[in-house]
């Protein structure tokens, strides 16, 4: 099978959906000429022209706004917001605006609508262009939530998401984009709410998603050194949450360890223990649930204070190792 | 003067903006009783505005409501029976009973919704005009606003990006001269809210907000204008003679002013004309109001025997 990068991957799925659909259109700042800020939209320009690659100004909760009125009148936008972290100056229309019309409205609008953003740390951007703060989409009852973790996840899961006639969150890993991977050529598409068991084991089940599904996974071959079978389940998506993996999971290996980048103190790892905890899995524990998240900080510039804020691989596997003892 | 407007349209506006006043009224009353919860936000006194600029405009066209949106739900055709029922909470409600007075939206009547968080139909409404142009439909969009979400920078950066990408949108900033409690004069800079449009390119106009007639006529020629060139803003000038919403004891005006402004009523002013110039006679202008209180009453009653909606539409309608 042929390896492409995630960000082509993105690119792919974005470009056959767009071929195939007429309504579907793609806005955001720089996507034209430029490329985009990860440079994901390279080409599509001149293939699809600027009514359908269309560039906007630096007016987030404009052209958000925007989208979802789009989407509300039979568009299907997708909407590529450059960091994750400025989500916050065009929050209203992801929260109130969005994913509340088709309730308020007695089940007559549709919002199909794609809002894909760059989410994470590790690449020097510091405070404000380093967050993951998928935890918040997750918290909001209307949107669908989706951190792909993989080039074939990001393929599939994207089609998905277009075909989609609710607003989804889509988080797009930064230090992912030049990973490679194997993604078909024919046509596939990934349903959202089915997690996906990247190593299957018996000893421990680590639950998590987005970049540390990789960390996760080297963690899980250091482990098998020792003797130690780790099973690597990726949600892929947060909102809907495929409950019925994690907790089947952990009756048969009866440990959990949940890792994720984002902030370990009231993030998603909460509500992933909490899963596990409220279910049958409970009474098949042999250990307490670990959680593993970032350190409660801004995301500091200094590469050092940076590379010590999020879970590591040595972290990963003390934390399948303690759950053991 | 002879008027230049046909007696049905005479007919329509006088009975459009009764319909508006006297479901408010009733909501009033409905609230008194407590009969309703929440909280609603009336119109009272703009009623030439919601009426004025959406007969001007085409069945077709969508309109994004305010928060202050009953006015402009009835002017666009909503259905009284399933307004008042969604006013009641009720299961025939337009919106089921979720939504509520806050937003009330109805997209077989191009109503996209009013909106309880102020400012936020601005971009929605670009959206739409980026729907049409594509599709390159024969219809624009009204985008009502207040003199309150004007100083808001969703509605500044709506302007930009629909006058950027020749949009088909009228924004209507219906000036009621209070944001709640706080006057124009004590909310923006330069209280001529139509210079808001100028830094975009976007041509305004003023208007009498309490003359149904010219707001017509105002908005006749708008609607032309977006439609050959885009987007243009209209200031309707009124004054909201009810409080902000139930809460409201009005302790930030007199009640000299709030009597000098009923004089200035509407509809009264309407009536007048429709009677100077005789277009029609008292009598007819009582049958009128004798129809509208009847359609009233008949959508109490109906929205009073609708039932709750049943506990299992929490989860319904959430995801399409």
Redesign the interface.
């Known amino acids: 099978m042929r390896e492409i990068t995630y960000a082509q991957a993105v690119k792919e799925a974005m470009s056959e959906e767009m071929r195939c659909d007429p309504d579907v259109f793609f806005m955001g700042e720089d996507i034209g000429v430029y490329g985009g800020a990860f440079g994901i939209s390279n080409g599509m320009l001149a293939e699809f022209g600027p009514e359908r690659v269309r560039d906007t100004p630096i007016s987030e909760n404009g052209f958000v706004g925007a989208a979802v009125g789009a989407a509300v009148t039979g568009s299907r936008p997708i909407v590529e917001l450059m960091f994750s972290d400025f989500m916050t100056v065009c929050f209203d229309h992801i929260l109130n605006q969005a994913p509340k019309m088709r309730y308020m409205f007695g089940g007559k609008a549709k919002v199909p609508m794609v809002l894909r953003t760059a989410a994470g740390g590790g690449t020097g951007a510091a405070a404000q262009h380093s967050q993951s703060l998928e935890t918040i989409y997750a918290h909001i009852p209307g949107l669908k939530v989706v951190v792909p973790s993989t080039p074939y996840d990001a393929k599939g899961l994207l089609k998905t998401a277009i075909r989609d006639d609710n607003p989804v969150i889509f988080l797009e890993q930064k230090l992912l984009y030049r990973t490679k991977g194997d993604v078909p050529e024919e046509e596939y598409t990934i349903p959202f709410g089915i997690a996906d068991i990247k190593r299957p084991g018996a000893d421990c089940t680590i639950i998590t998603y987005g970049r540390m599904v990789q960390l996760s996974l080297q963690a899980a071959e250091l482990l098998a050194q020792e003797g130690i079978d780790a099973e690597v389940i990726d949600i892929r998506t947060l909102l809907p949450l495929d409950t019925a993996t994690l907790i089947q999971s952990v009756k048969k290996t009866k440990h959990c360890v949940i890792v994720h980048e984002a902030v370990k103190f009231a993030g998603f790892g909460g509500e992933l223990a909490a899963t596990i905890h409220e279910s049958e899995a409970f009474y098949y524990l042999d250990a307490p649930v670990k959680r593993l998240g970032a350190v409660s900080a801004p995301i500091p510039f200094n590469p050092v204070l940076e590379k010590n804020c999020f879970p590591t691989v040595e972290e990963i596997v003390q934390a399948v190792r303690e759950t053991q003892s | 003067m002879p008027t230049t407007h046909p007696k049905a349209l005479h007919k329509e506006f006088l009975s459009k903006m009764l319909l508006a006043r006297k479901f408010e009224e009733q909501v009033q009353t409905l609230f008194a009783q407590g009969l309703v919860h929440g909280t609603t936000h009336l119109g009272i006194g703009e009623e030439a505005t919601a009426v004025g600029t959406i007969l001007a405009a085409e069945p077709q066209d ?1 309109l994004l409501a305010t928060h202050r949106g009953h006015n402009h739900a009835l002017a666009k055709g909503v259905d009284i029976n399933a307004m008042m029922a969604e006013i009641l909470a009720k299961s025939d ?7 509520g007075s806050m ?1 009330i ?4 009547k191009g109503i ?2 009013a ?3 102020l400012g ?1 139909s ?11 142009r ?2 390159g439909e024969d219809r624009i969009v009204l985008c009502f606003f207040g003199d309150g979400a004007a100083n808001l ?2 509605v500044h ?2 302007m ?2 629909a006058a ?2 020749n949009l088909p949108v009228l924004f209507v900033l219906v000036n009621n001269t209070y944001g709640m409690s706080l006057h124009i004069s004590k909310a923006s800079s330069d209280p001529d809210l139509t210079k808001r449009a100028y830094p975009f390119g976007i041509p305004a106009e003023t208007v009498d907000g309490n003359d149904v007639i010219a707001v017509y006529d105002t908005v006749k020629h708008a609607r032309d204008y977006v439609v050959e060139h885009g987007p243009m803003l209209i200031v309707e000038n009124t004054y909201r003679i009810s409080g902000h919403s139930k809460s409201d004891g009005n302790l930030y005006r007199t009640k000299a002013e709030i009597a000098e402004w009923r004089e200035k009523c509407p509809i009264l002013r309407h009536k007048k004309y429709l009677l100077d110039k005789e277009i029609f006679t008292a009598e007819a202008i009582d049958e009128m109001d004798k129809e509208t209180t009847a359609i009233i009453e008949a959508a109490v009653a109906y929205g009073k025997a609708s039932p709750e909606p049943s506990l299992d539409t929490i989860l ?5």
Do not use: F
């Open positions: 969508y409600g337009v919106c089921k009973g979720k939504g937003h939206a109805d997209l077989d996209l919704g909106n309880g968080i936020s601005a971009p929605i409404a670009c959206g739409a005009g980026m729907t049409i594509r599709r920078g969703a950066e709506a930009n990006l950027l990408w319904t309608d959430i995801y399409a």
